[in-house]
Protein backbone atom coordinates (compact mmCIF):
# COMPACT_ATOMS: atom_id res chain seq x y z
CA UNK A 1 0.00 0.00 0.00
CA UNK A 2 1.36 3.56 -1.33
CA UNK A 3 0.19 7.04 -1.73
CA UNK A 4 -0.46 6.98 -5.76
CA UNK A 5 -2.04 9.87 -6.58
CA UNK A 6 -3.98 13.15 -5.43
CA UNK A 7 -7.25 14.62 -7.37
CA UNK A 8 -8.41 18.24 -7.94
CA UNK A 9 -11.26 19.14 -8.74
CA UNK A 10 -11.76 21.69 -11.44
CA UNK A 11 -12.29 25.37 -11.12
CA UNK A 12 -14.87 27.85 -12.46
CA UNK A 13 -12.36 28.19 -15.55
CA UNK A 14 -12.62 24.76 -16.14
CA UNK A 15 -10.56 21.74 -16.34
CA UNK A 16 -7.92 23.04 -18.83
CA UNK A 17 -6.96 26.16 -17.60
CA UNK A 18 -7.00 24.63 -13.69
CA UNK A 19 -4.73 22.13 -14.82
CA UNK A 20 -2.74 24.47 -16.99
CA UNK A 21 -2.42 26.73 -13.84
CA UNK A 22 -1.20 23.71 -11.06
CA UNK A 23 0.85 22.20 -13.83
CA UNK A 24 2.79 26.04 -14.24
CA UNK A 25 3.08 26.37 -10.48
CA UNK A 26 4.97 22.97 -10.29
CA UNK A 27 6.71 23.25 -13.43
CA UNK A 28 5.26 20.30 -15.50
CA UNK A 29 3.17 20.42 -18.68
CA UNK A 30 0.10 18.85 -17.68
CA UNK A 31 -1.57 15.33 -20.06
CA UNK A 32 -4.36 15.15 -21.77
CA UNK A 33 -6.06 11.83 -20.13
CA UNK A 34 -8.83 11.54 -21.67
CA UNK A 35 -12.53 10.13 -20.63
CA UNK A 36 -14.24 8.30 -17.28
CA UNK A 37 -17.28 6.72 -19.67
CA UNK A 38 -18.24 4.82 -16.12
CA UNK A 39 -18.42 7.99 -14.07
CA UNK A 40 -19.47 10.44 -16.64
CA UNK A 41 -15.91 12.45 -15.95
CA UNK A 42 -12.70 13.60 -17.47
CA UNK A 43 -9.01 14.32 -16.60
CA UNK A 44 -5.75 15.88 -17.14
CA UNK A 45 -2.73 14.14 -15.87
CA UNK A 46 0.15 16.16 -13.87
CA UNK A 47 3.34 13.42 -13.70
CA UNK A 48 5.28 13.42 -10.55
CA UNK A 49 8.38 11.57 -9.44
CA UNK A 50 7.86 8.09 -7.61
CA UNK A 51 5.27 6.39 -9.56
CA UNK A 52 2.75 8.97 -8.38
CA UNK A 53 0.76 11.37 -10.34
CA UNK A 54 -1.53 14.57 -9.71
CA UNK A 55 -5.00 14.21 -11.22
CA UNK A 56 -7.42 17.08 -12.24
CA UNK A 57 -10.78 16.13 -12.87
CA UNK A 58 -14.25 17.42 -14.32
CA UNK A 59 -17.80 16.27 -14.42
CA UNK A 60 -19.51 16.02 -17.99
CA UNK A 61 -22.97 16.66 -18.98
CA UNK A 62 -23.47 12.85 -18.90
CA UNK A 63 -25.84 10.71 -17.15
CA UNK A 64 -23.24 8.35 -15.86
CA UNK A 65 -21.89 11.52 -13.78
CA UNK A 66 -25.70 11.41 -12.08
CA UNK A 67 -25.22 7.80 -11.03
CA UNK A 68 -21.55 7.33 -10.25
CA UNK A 69 -20.01 8.11 -6.95
CA UNK A 70 -17.09 9.49 -8.26
CA UNK A 71 -19.21 11.41 -10.84
CA UNK A 72 -20.54 12.92 -7.96
CA UNK A 73 -18.39 13.59 -5.52
CA UNK A 74 -16.36 15.80 -8.95
CA UNK A 75 -19.52 17.47 -9.10
CA UNK A 76 -19.77 18.76 -5.64
CA UNK A 77 -16.54 19.77 -5.24
CA UNK A 78 -16.24 21.78 -8.67
CA UNK A 79 -19.80 23.39 -7.80
CA UNK A 80 -17.98 24.51 -4.62
CA UNK A 81 -15.74 26.11 -6.10
CA UNK A 82 -13.38 23.70 -6.81
CA UNK A 83 -9.85 22.33 -5.26
CA UNK A 84 -8.72 19.48 -3.28
CA UNK A 85 -11.08 16.49 -3.74
CA UNK A 86 -8.63 13.68 -1.91
CA UNK A 87 -6.00 11.42 -2.12
CA UNK A 88 -5.82 7.68 -3.41
CA UNK A 89 -3.84 4.84 -2.41
CA UNK A 90 -2.71 2.05 -4.12
CA UNK A 91 -2.67 -1.75 -3.37
CA UNK A 92 -1.59 -5.06 -4.85
CA UNK A 93 -4.43 -7.14 -4.14
CA UNK A 94 -7.79 -4.75 -3.55
CA UNK A 95 -10.11 -7.63 -2.19
CA UNK A 96 -7.88 -6.32 1.31
CA UNK A 97 -9.46 -3.48 0.73
CA UNK A 98 -12.75 -4.83 0.38
CA UNK A 99 -12.68 -6.51 3.86
CA UNK A 100 -11.84 -2.81 5.44
CA UNK A 101 -14.78 -1.33 3.58
CA UNK A 102 -17.13 -4.51 3.17
CA UNK A 103 -17.90 -3.74 0.02
CA UNK A 104 -16.86 -5.22 -3.45
CA UNK A 105 -14.55 -2.84 -5.98
CA UNK A 106 -15.93 -1.31 -8.75
CA UNK A 107 -14.06 -1.82 -12.16
CA UNK A 108 -12.64 1.68 -13.73
CA UNK A 109 -11.62 2.84 -16.77
CA UNK A 110 -10.17 6.03 -19.24
CA UNK A 111 -10.24 6.35 -22.89
CA UNK A 112 -7.02 8.22 -23.53
CA UNK A 113 -6.99 10.54 -27.05
CA UNK A 114 -4.72 8.38 -28.65
CA UNK A 115 -6.88 5.32 -27.77
CA UNK A 116 -5.40 3.53 -25.51
CA UNK A 117 -7.79 2.25 -22.46
CA UNK A 118 -6.27 2.48 -19.03
CA UNK A 119 -7.92 0.20 -16.80
CA UNK A 120 -8.50 -0.60 -12.78
CA UNK A 121 -10.66 -1.65 -9.71
CA UNK A 122 -11.51 1.05 -7.10
CA UNK A 123 -12.93 1.31 -3.70
CA UNK A 124 -14.32 3.82 -1.43
CA UNK A 125 -15.15 6.52 -3.38
CA UNK A 126 -18.72 7.22 -0.70
CA UNK A 127 -16.42 6.78 2.15
CA UNK A 128 -14.03 9.85 1.31
CA UNK A 129 -17.32 11.26 -0.11
CA UNK A 130 -18.74 11.25 3.78
CA UNK A 131 -15.60 11.60 5.56
CA UNK A 132 -13.08 13.11 3.13
CA UNK A 133 -9.67 12.91 5.13
CA UNK A 134 -9.55 8.97 4.44
CA UNK A 135 -8.21 8.44 0.89
CA UNK A 136 -9.61 5.71 -1.64
CA UNK A 137 -8.21 2.65 -2.99
CA UNK A 138 -6.77 1.41 -6.29
CA UNK A 139 -5.42 -1.59 -7.72
CA UNK A 140 -4.17 -1.03 -11.78
CA UNK A 141 -4.99 -3.33 -13.93
CA UNK A 142 -1.24 -4.99 -14.32
CA UNK A 143 1.16 -4.51 -17.46
CA UNK A 144 -0.04 -1.09 -18.36
CA UNK A 145 1.65 2.33 -18.49
CA UNK A 146 1.56 4.06 -15.07
CA UNK A 147 -0.09 7.84 -15.69
CA UNK A 148 3.04 8.83 -14.00
CA UNK A 149 4.74 7.93 -17.22
CA UNK A 150 2.06 9.78 -19.14
CA UNK A 151 4.81 12.88 -19.28
CA UNK A 152 8.25 14.44 -17.83
CA UNK A 153 8.23 15.50 -14.58
CA UNK A 154 10.88 16.86 -11.85
CA UNK A 155 8.20 17.48 -9.34
CA UNK A 156 7.49 15.12 -5.74
CA UNK A 157 5.17 14.72 -3.75
CA UNK A 158 6.70 16.07 -0.30
CA UNK A 159 3.74 16.15 2.58
CA UNK A 160 -0.03 16.24 2.52
CA UNK A 161 -1.94 18.76 5.11
CA UNK A 162 -4.98 16.99 5.85
CA UNK A 163 -7.93 17.98 8.35
CA UNK A 164 -8.95 15.12 10.32
CA UNK A 165 -7.49 12.59 12.93
CA UNK A 166 -4.48 10.33 12.13
CA UNK A 167 -6.19 7.51 14.43
CA UNK A 168 -9.24 7.56 11.73
CA UNK A 169 -6.83 7.30 8.80
CA UNK A 170 -4.83 4.49 10.14
CA UNK A 171 -8.16 2.71 10.86
CA UNK A 172 -9.78 2.86 7.30
CA UNK A 173 -6.38 1.88 5.84
CA UNK A 174 -6.68 -0.93 8.51
CA UNK A 175 -3.09 0.15 10.29
CA UNK A 176 -2.91 -1.06 13.35
CA UNK A 177 0.09 -0.12 16.26
CA UNK A 178 3.15 1.45 15.71
CA UNK A 179 3.81 2.40 13.09
CA UNK A 180 0.74 3.82 11.43
CA UNK A 181 -0.23 6.50 8.77
CA UNK A 182 1.86 9.65 10.78
CA UNK A 183 4.84 7.89 10.80
CA UNK A 184 7.41 8.31 8.59
CA UNK A 185 8.19 4.82 7.87
CA UNK A 186 5.10 4.52 6.53
CA UNK A 187 5.42 6.26 3.80
CA UNK A 188 9.01 7.29 4.07
CA UNK A 189 8.81 10.06 1.53
CA UNK A 190 5.86 11.85 2.45
CA UNK A 191 4.83 13.98 5.41
CA UNK A 192 1.26 13.85 7.14
CA UNK A 193 0.70 17.25 8.71
CA UNK A 194 -2.67 16.48 10.61
CA UNK A 195 -4.64 19.43 12.18
CA UNK A 196 -7.65 20.24 13.12
CA UNK A 197 -8.88 17.11 14.25
CA UNK A 198 -12.49 18.74 15.07
CA UNK A 199 -12.97 20.86 12.40
CA UNK A 200 -14.38 19.38 8.92
CA UNK A 201 -12.09 16.64 7.62
CA UNK A 202 -10.28 16.63 4.21
CA UNK A 203 -7.01 17.42 2.23
CA UNK A 204 -6.06 20.98 2.75
CA UNK A 205 -2.94 21.83 1.50
CA UNK A 206 -0.48 19.46 -0.48
CA UNK A 207 3.19 20.14 -0.79
CA UNK A 208 5.69 19.53 -3.84
CA UNK A 209 9.68 19.28 -3.82
CA UNK A 210 10.29 21.23 -7.59
CA UNK A 211 14.14 21.91 -7.85
CA UNK A 212 15.33 23.15 -4.83
CA UNK A 213 12.29 25.04 -3.97
CA UNK A 214 8.89 23.85 -2.26
CA UNK A 215 5.38 24.65 -3.97
CA UNK A 216 2.22 24.30 -1.70
CA UNK A 217 -1.25 24.07 -3.65
Given at each position: ?????????????????????????????????G????F???????????H??????????H??????????A?????????????????????S??????????????????D???????????????S??Q????????????????????????????I??S??????????????G??????????????????G??????????????????
Open positions: MRVDHLVFAAEPDGLVATAKRLGDMLGVEPVDGLHPRGTRNSIVPLLERFLEVVEVLDPASDKAPFGQVRARSEAGGGWLGWVVEVEDIVAEQLVGRPAVPGNRHRPGVEVTWKQLGVRGTMDPVPFFIEWTPGQQHPSQDGATDAALESLQAGPERVREWLGLVGEPVDRDDWEPEITFDFIAPMTPGLMSVSFRCGDETVVL
